[in-house]
C-alpha cells in the first residue's frame, strides 16, 4: 500500500516568524506566506488532488488519496490554515507538540477542540519536540508519547492514534514506542509514498513543503508529475547520511549556518 502526503507548517499573514509555531531561524524556512499557501490549495485542486484523510483501519486495503499534514501545532494553523481548508471543503491532520499548548504562539485547547469538531484529526508531535527524537532513550520515549496522546486526548474527548515524528529523524525504537502509547499511523519526513509496519503501527513518509515551495512544486509532488519526488529524495537522503554523520553536532552546525545566512540576508 502506498500513501501521499504533503508535510506543511506555519502559514503567515503579516506576522513575523516567531510569533507562531516553532521559534528560530530554522522553523522559519518552513513557514509561508497566506498568499503562497492558498495558490498551493489551487494548484493542487486544479491537479485534480482532493486531500483527505483516512482513519488507520481504511488505510490497509488501498492507496490513500493525498493527504495534508501539519506539523509544530502553531496558532496559525486556527487562524489561517483551517479557513483556508474550509473554503476547499478539505481536511487534514494537525499534529501537535503537545507541551506547547496554550504558550504564546501556539494552540489553545478550546482551538485544538474546535479543529478536531470541524472533521480535522488531531494528533501527536511529541510533547517538547525533540531536536533529535531517536537519540532518546526508551524512557523518555515512552514519556514523549504517551504524555503527549494522553494530554490531547484528554482534550477532544476521544483517543489520539495519529503522530509524526519531529525533527524527521527517526527509528524502530522511536515507532515501537510510538506504537505502545497507542499510535496506529505515524508520518515521517521520509520522502516516500511507500507504508512500512512496526507491529499495529503505520509508518508513512512526507513530502516537505518549504516557505518558499511554490504552487507547481506541491502539485508535482502530490501527483508525482515531474520530477519534485526524485530531487526531494536526493536532497533527503544527503542530509540523512549528514545528519547520522554528525550526531548532536549537526544540530549546531545548521543552526550556526542559517544564523549566517539570516545575517548576511541571503
Not at 64 to 84: K, N, Q, R, Y
Not at 108 to 127: A, K, M, W
Request: aromatic share 8%.
Amino acid at each position: 500500500m502506498r500513501i501521499t502526503a504533503l508535510l506543511y507548517h506555519d502559514v503567515l499573514n503579516g506576522e513575523r516568524p516567531d510569533e507562531t509555531g516553532i521559534p528560530g531561524p530554522g522553523a522559519a524556512l518552513y513557514k509561508m506566506s497566506l498568499a503562497n499557501f492558498r495558490n498551493h490549495l489551487d494548484s493542487l485542486e486544479l491537479a485534480g488532488v482532493r486531500p483527505s484523510i483516512r482513519r488507520e483501519e481504511g488505510l490497509e486495503s488501498e492507496s490513500a488519496p493525498a493527504i495534508l499534514t501539519f506539523d509544530d501545532g502553531g496558532a496559525s494553523a486556527h487562524e489561517h490554515i483551517v479557513p483556508a481548508l474550509e473554503k476547499k471543503g478539505w481536511r487534514a491532520y494537525f499534529f501537535v507538540t503537545a507541551g506547547f499548548i496554550g504558550r504564546s504562539g501556539f494552540l489553545t485547547p478550546d482551538q485544538i477542540q474546535e479543529i478536531y469538531e470541524l472533521g480535522h484529526v488531531i494528533g501527536s508531535h511529541s510533547f517538547s519536540h525533540p531536536a533529535r527524537m531517536l537519540a532518546l532513550n526508551d524512557d523518555e520515549l515512552r514519556y514523549e508519547w504517551g504524555e503527549s496522546v494522553k494530554r490531547l486526548s484528554d482534550i477532544i474527548g476521544s483517543p489520539v492514534t495519529a503522530a509524526s515524528v519531529p525533527g524527521g529523524m527517526h527509528s524502530p525504537r522511536v515507532a515501537e514506542a510510538a506504537e505502545k502509547a497507542g499510535i496506529r499511523l505515524l508520518f515521517t519526513s521520509d520522502p516516500t509514498t511507500t507504508v512500512q509496519k512496526v507491529s499495529d503501527c503505520l509508518i508513512a513518509g512526507r513530502y516537505t513543503l518549504w516557505g518558499e515551495s511554490t504552487p507547481d512544486e506541491a502539485a508535482g509532488l502530490a501527483t508525482g508529475a515531474g520530477k519534485a519526488r526524485l530531487k526531494q529524495a536526493l536532497r533527503w537522503k544527503s542530509r540523512s547520511l549528514a545528519k547520522r554523520a554528525g550526531g548532536r553536532y549537526y544540530i549546531g552546525f545548521r543552526r550556526f549556518l542559517l544564523s549566517r545566512l539570516r545575517g548576511s540576508g541571503a
